[in-house]
C-alpha cells in the first residue's frame, strides 16, 4: 500500500482454474495445468491414483468465470480514486464440490474409467 501511491491496484486471486463453462464454448482450455491436465490425463485412464480424501473440497472455477471477474474488477478499480481491492475467485463458498464430486463428473464425461481415491 506504501509503494503504490496515487496508482489504483487491483488483485485478483482465482482457485484453481479449470475449462470454460461457457465461453467461448463448453469445456474449452488452452492449458493443461491445473484442473485441465488432471481432467485430461484421468480421462484418457493416465492417472488412476490421486492422493487426496474424497470428501476435501475442490476449488476449481471455470475460465470464462475468472476472465468475467478480472474485467469487472479492473473496470471498477479504474473508476474509483485510489482504488486497492483484493479479490478471491473461487466457487467453494456457494457452489461446493469435493474430490469425489469431480471424479464422477469426469468419469461420467470422459467414459466409466476407474480412479482410485483415498
Given at each position: 500500500?506504501?509503494?503504490?501511491?496515487?496508482?489504483?491496484?487491483?488483485?485478483?486471486?482465482?482457485?484453481?482454474?479449470?475449462?470454460?463453462?461457457?465461453?467461448?464454448?463448453?469445456?474449452?482450455t488452452?492449458?493443461?495445468?491445473?484442473?485441465?491436465?488432471?481432467s485430461?490425463?484421468?480421462?484418457?485412464?493416465?492417472?488412476?491414483?490421486?492422493?487426496?480424501?474424497?470428501?476435501?473440497?475442490?476449488?476449481?472455477?471455470?475460465?470464462?468465470?475468472?476472465?468475467?471477474?478480472?474485467?469487472?474488477?479492473?473496470?471498477?478499480g479504474?473508476?474509483?480514486?485510489?482504488?486497492?481491492?483484493?479479490?478471491?475467485?473461487?466457487?467453494?463458498?456457494?457452489?461446493?464440490?469435493?474430490?469425489?464430486?469431480?471424479?464422477?463428473?469426469?468419469?461420467?464425461?470422459?467414459?466409466?474409467?476407474?480412479?482410485?481415491?483415498?
Open positions: 500500500m506504501q509503494n503504490k501511491g496515487h496508482i489504483n491496484l487491483v488483485i485478483f486471486r482465482p482457485s484453481i482454474i479449470a475449462c470454460g463453462y461457457r465461453e467461448p464454448f463448453k469445456g474449452w488452452d492449458s493443461l495445468s491445473a484442473a485441465g491436465g488432471l485430461l490425463l484421468t480421462g484418457l485412464g493416465m492417472m488412476k491414483y490421486v492422493n487426496g480424501h474424497g470428501k476435501n473440497p475442490f476449488d476449481i472455477v471455470p475460465v470464462d468465470f475468472v476472465t468475467n471477474g478480472m474485467l469487472i474488477a479492473t473496470a471498477k479504474g473508476i474509483e480514486k485510489d482504488h486497492f481491492e483484493i479479490y478471491n475467485s473461487g466457487t467453494s463458498y456457494s457452489n461446493k464440490i469435493t474430490m469425489t464430486d469431480y471424479r464422477n463428473i469426469g468419469l461420467k464425461a470422459y467414459s466409466n474409467k476407474k480412479l482410485t481415491m483415498q
